[in-house]
Nanobody, 126 residues
Framework: QVQLVESGGGLVQAGASLRLSCAPT????????MAWFRQDPGKEREFVAAISWTDSTYYADSVKGRFTIVRDNAKNTMYLQMNSLKPEDAAVYYCAANKYACGYTNYADPMAYDYWGQGTQVTVSS
């Protein structure tokens, strides 16, 4: 069973940057869609960004222009560069992957993903 391992969360001040990383424990399917979601306690898991095998990217409006999703297929790793962080960005961030291309799936729906990481906490102080 493929597992995803996230790293890079932490506590920062508003306006600072963080980079999250996500690496599967084994090589994941080629051609698939990978994504980042985030979740606050008591709230639904929220789409943040997705990236296709060919580097097409998709962002939630709330992070567009501040966050950048990147994948390195050779290293089997995905990243989320988060700049100009705001207190409302604070959440547990999860990486996700599925077996299909982003164009063939509802990439913003958590139910579209087969594999998930354990989550990494991002805290932003004002």
């Amino acid at each position: 069973q493929v597992q995803l391992v996230e790293s890079g969360g932490g506590l920062v001040q508003a306006g600072a940057s963080l980079r999250l990383s996500c690496a599967p424990t084994e090589r994941i399917f080629s051609g698939n869609c990978m994504a980042w979601f985030r979740q606050d306690p008591g709230k639904e898991r929220e789409f943040v960004a997705a990236i296709s095998w060919t580097d097409s990217t998709y962002y939630a409006d709330s992070v567009k222009g501040r966050f950048t999703i990147v994948r390195d297929n050779a290293k089997n790793t995905m990243y989320l560069q988060m700049n100009s962080l705001k207190p409302e960005d604070a959440a547990v961030y999860y990486c996700a992957a599925n077996k299909y291309a982003c164009g063939y799936t509802n990439y913003a729906d958590p139910m579209a993903y087969d594999y998930w990481g354990q989550g990494t906490q991002v805290t932003v102080s004002s």
